[in-house]
Structure formats: structure tokens, C-alpha cells
Nanobody, 120 residues
Framework: VQLQASGGGLVQPGSSLTLSCTAT??????????MGWFRQVPGKERELVAD????????NYVDSVKGRFTISRDNTKNIAWLQMNNLKPEDTAIYYC????????????WGQGTQVTVSS
């Protein structure tokens, strides 16, 4: 499975941005794995921001983005999104999408990162 992330950019605080992750190829159908979005800043560990289960469809978020970010997926198009509203400077990071065959207990597929910079 190959994951391709896109949609990053430079935005001002309070702005919105939508990241996309397109899945292609591999031995597993898109509907067989959960999708997640991680972010990482230099010197810090990669952080799981949001994920959406392939079994239940339930989405989970890290506290710092609850109410501002929304993860979603379209299983007919093999795409997952991360809608980010009211962006803050502390959201600045490289964002990665990932796929999990074990419903979030292990992340098996990774996309390349896309830079999100929130600055005035």
C-alpha cells in the first residue's frame, strides 16, 4: 500500500486547511485498514493527531485538536482527509498519514510528510 499525503502549506492563525491522503496499490483494500494522521516537529516524537477505525468508523483525536480537526474517509475513492480549522501556531509540524491493519495498535503503511506552517 502506498499513501500519498498532500495539502500542506503556510497559513495564518485562525485559518483552515485540509490535508488529503490517497491510498494506492498493495494487497489490502482501503476498507481493511484504519487511517490516521500524525504530526512531528523537530526534536519531538511523532504524535497521533487523529485516527478513524475501519471497523467501527469511530474517530479519535488528541485533546489539543478536539473541536478543531476532523478526520474522515471515503472508501469508494480510497482517500482520507484531515480538516483543520482554527489553526494555531502550535499546529505547525510535518503531518503524515498512516494506515493500520490492527485498528491503531500498529501502523503498517506511511505516507510522506506534508508541511503545515501556521504563522502570521
Amino acid at each position: 500500500v502506498q499513501l500519498q499525503a498532500s495539502g500542506g502549506g503556510l497559513v495564518q492563525p485562525g485559518s483552515s486547511l485540509t490535508l488529503s491522503c490517497t491510498a494506492t496499490g498493495g494487497d489490502f483494500a482501503f476498507t481493511e485498514y484504519s487511517m490516521g494522521w500524525f504530526r512531528q516537529v523537530p526534536g519531538k516524537e511523532r504524535e497521533l493527531v487523529a485516527d478513524i477505525s475501519w471497523t467501527s468508523g469511530i474517530a479519535n483525536y488528541v485533546d489539543s485538536v478536539k473541536g478543531r480537526f476532523t478526520i474522515s474517509r471515503d472508501n469508494t475513492k480510497n482517500i482520507a482527509w484531515l480538516q483543520m480549522n482554527n489553526l494555531k501556531p502550535e499546529d505547525t509540524a510535518i503531518y503524515y498519514c498512516a494506515g493500520s491493519l490492527l485498528d491503531g495498535r500498529r501502523w503498517d503503511f506511511w505516507g510522506q510528510g506534508t508541511q503545515v506552517t501556521v504563522s502570521s
